[in-house]
């Protein structure tokens, strides 16, 4: 997932780590495979089924975030186990 930071720029939101998944890996405090975003007043949701290439849910890492978009600070509220 990035940000557009501006006209052909962008950088990975949150952050690089948040986006560095590869396959065999924990993916608890990754994005797996984001699906949707949703912005509601200052806060951004994140919907990551962990499913890569749409095929099956990858060892339970499925989450809805919630992302403060002031301070950048997400708290998962669903969480695969």
């Known amino acids: 997932m990035v940000e557009i930071t ?17 396959n065999n890996e924990d993916g608890s405090s ?23 290439f749409m095929k099956a849910v990858y060892s339970h890492n499925y989450k809805l975030v919630k992302i403060d978009l002031a301070t950048i600070k997400y708290s998962i509220k669903l969480y695969g186990s």
């Open 6 to 22: 501006a006209l052909n720029q962008n950088r990975p939101y949150p952050n690089l780590s948040c986006n560095s998944w590869h």
């Open 30 to 52: 990754k994005w797996v495979c984001v699906q949707t975003e949703y912005v509601d007043e200052d806060k951004l949701w994140v919907e990551n089924p962990a499913s890569p």
